[in-house]
C-alpha cells in the first residue's frame, strides 16, 4: 500500500491538514489564494500543489499563503525539486516532528493534568471543526493532533478542565481517559 501524497517534480507546495483546519483555513481558500484549480494529491495528512512552473512561482505561491491567509512554513512547504518527468516523489507527515507530538497517543499530545483529548471520528460525524473546539474552549489552537485524536491544552487548572468537559459535552462530543 503506497502511503503518502505524490510531489510533483517541478517546485510545488505541500501543506498540513490539521494546520489549516487550526487555522479556520479551507482548501478551496488555498486554492483560489494560489490560483490552482484543484490539489495534485492529498492524504488525511497533507495537501499537495503544483507544478508551481518554477522557483519563483513557488516563492510566490508561497507569499500568497503567507499574506493572504496567514500560514507560515511549518502550514506550508515549498518542495523545491526540479527532476526528469520519468521521477515520481511522495511525501508523508511525521507525526513524530510536530512539535507536541511525543508518540502519546499515536502522536497527539497530552499536555496532563490539565488537558482534554478527543477523538477526531465522532468530531466529524457531529461536523464539528477543530476551530470549533479551539473557539468553545478558548485556547490558542490544539496541543497535539493526529488521525484518531486531538489535545487541547495546557488549561490552567482543574476547574479550567472541568469547564472544558462541560463545552465538549455540550458540543456533543466526549474527552478521552488518560
Given amino acids: ?31 483560489d489564494e494560489v490560483g490552482f484549480d484543484s490539489l495534485l494529491d492529498k492524504d488525511a495528512n ?22 493572504g491567509l496567514g500560514l507560515d512554513r511549518f502550514s506550508a ?31 497527539a499530545y497530552v499536555d496532563s493534568p490539565h488537558s482534554v483529548v478527543i477523538r477526531r471520528e465522532p468530531m466529524a460525524k457531529a461536523d464539528v471543526l477543530v476551530k470549533d473546539v479551539t473557539e468553545a474552549l478558548n485556547v490558542p489552537g490544539p496541543c497535539g493532533i493526529n488521525d484518531d485524536l486531538v489535545s487541547f491544552g495546557p488549561l490552567q487548572s482543574d476547574e479550567a478542565a472541568d469547564q472544558a468537559y462541560q463545552v465538549i459535552e455540550n458540543l456533543g462530543l466526549t474527552h478521552v481517559d488518560e
Avoid at 500500500?1 to 488555498?30: C, P, W, Y
Fill in 1 to 31: 500500500m503506497t502511503q503518502g501524497v505524490k510531489v510533483t517534480n517541478h517546485f510545488g507546495l505541500l501543506l498540513r491538514r490539521d494546520a489549516l483546519e487550526s487555522a479556520g483555513v479551507s482548501i478551496k481558500n488555498v486554492l
Fill in 46 to 67: 497533507i495537501l499537495s500543489i503544483g507544478p508551481c512552473f518554477g522557483e519563483e512561482g513557488a516563492d510566490y505561491c508561497m507569499q500568497q499563503l503567507r499574506s
Fill in 77 to 107: 512547504f515549498v518542495f523545491r525539486l526540479d527532476a526528469p518527468d520519468w521521477c515520481g516523489f511522495r511525501a508523508e507527515l511525521r507525526t513524530e516532528a510536530v512539535p507536541g507530538a511525543n508518540g502519546a497517543f499515536k502522536g
